[in-house]
């Protein structure tokens, strides 16, 4: 049997994808992968998503240059969430966010309201080419 036919892909062929940083523990962002993507990923070393606004693969920085190198790629018990273990890379290493913070869960839950508690690194109008 393939490795790629264990994972409990859901009804439109997609897994949940959970990128942790390997240094601090980090979660830095939640996407999709399908079968190409994580077959790609794991061939290349490098995250490769499934963009479902794009309806295409996503490799993590073709425009930020916020490149995640894999060093593990995990499967959880029911086979149907995926968390890979990376090194954020590029010009500015410390961003994984498209908001240009460190984690995409810079939003904490305090008095009823979503706050900001994690800093903006860099604009984002400076990381990205476009808003695709």
Known sequence: ???????????????????QESATGDVLMFAWMD?????????????????RSRQRLWPK??????????????????????LLRITQLGHDPSIACHTGRHS??????????WTAVEPVLKDPAAIYTSKA
């Not at 079968?35 to 499934?50: D, I, K």
């Not at 995409?104 to 309201?113: I, K, N, T, Y």
């Open 104 to 113: 995409c869960f810079f939003q904490r839950l305090e008095g009823g309201a």
């Open 35 to 51: 079968r190409e993507a994580l077959r790609r990923t794991a061939e290349t070393g490098q995250a490769v998503y499934y963009s």
């Open 1 to 19: 049997m393939d490795w790629l036919d264990e994972v409990r892909w859901d009804p439109q062929g997609l897994v949940p994808v959970i990128a």
């Open 61 to 82: 920085g073709e425009e930020s240059g916020h490149v995640q190198q894999v060093h593990e790629i995990r499967l959880d018990c029911d086979n149907d969430v995926v």
